[in-house]
Structure formats: C-alpha cells, structure tokens
C-alpha cells in the first residue's frame, strides 16, 4: 500500500504546478484522498479533499478559488492543480487517502488517515 505525491519544484509568484499522488496496492475509489502542506515549526493543514466518487469536495479558505483538485479511480491517481501560487503556499505538500467521509467536510485527518511521502513546492517573490 503506497502513496506517492510528485510534481513539486520552484515557481514564481503568479505561477502554477500540478501535483500528482500515485495509488498503489489498493482500490482507490474506496478512499478519500486530501492534500495537507506542511512548513517547518508549523502544524500540517488540509489544502484540499475529494472523496472516492468525486462527490464531495474540500478546500481550505487559502486556496479556493486557486487550487482543483481531481482524480481517476481508474488510474489511480489523483491530481492538485495549483494556480495563482505565492510565497505563503511554499510548503511541504502530502496525499492522504482516509476510509472514512470526514476529511473532506472538515480537511482533518483521522486515526485512519494513511500518509504518503511529500513533494516540496517552493515559490519564489
């Protein structure tokens, strides 16, 4: 069972990244899968969420508006279009797939929340 999140790197100010989040190992339209970002000595915080049948979506008040969020069950992936970045987004970027439904109405993890590795997303001023 593995989640693997690309598609990070530096960009300007103004720019956009995709990010990708790789399933492996098991059926991932049984899952919710949400974004969470980290910076150093802050606490990680939910970006964004979208449960397995893409029915209920998630995003934190940063980035509506900015980011989508998106997935193919079929593929197994699913993907986080970042648009409009700036320097307050440059954080350490995460998936996370939950069994459960509450992560995509509240963007908080839970006991059953596996985490994937991250993908570092810098934007520069």
């Known amino acids: 069972v593995q989640l693997q999140a690309s598609g990070g790197g530096l960009v300007q100010t103004g720019g956009s990244l995709r990010l990708s989040c790789a399933a492996s190992?098991?059926?991932?339209?049984?899952?919710?899968i949400g974004w969470f970002r980290q910076v150093p000595g802050k606490e990680r915080e939910g970006v964004s969420c979208?449960?397995?049948?893409?029915?209920?979506?998630w995003y934190a008040d940063s980035t509506r508006g900015r980011f989508t969020v998106s997935r193919n069950n079929a593929e197994k992936i699913v993907y986080l279009q970042m648009n409009s970045l700036n320097p307050e987004d440059t954080a350490v970027y995460y998936c996370?797939?939950?069994?459960?439904?509450?992560?995509?109405?509240?963007?908080?993890?839970?006991?059953?929340?596996?985490w994937g590795q991250g993908t570092l997303v810098t934007v520069s001023s």
């Open positions: 996370a797939a939950d069994p459960g439904f509450t992560m995509c109405l509240n963007g908080k993890a839970s006991v059953s929340t596996w």
């Open positions: 979208i449960s397995g049948g893409s029915t209920d979506i």
């Open positions: 190992g098991f059926t991932l339209d049984g899952y919710a």
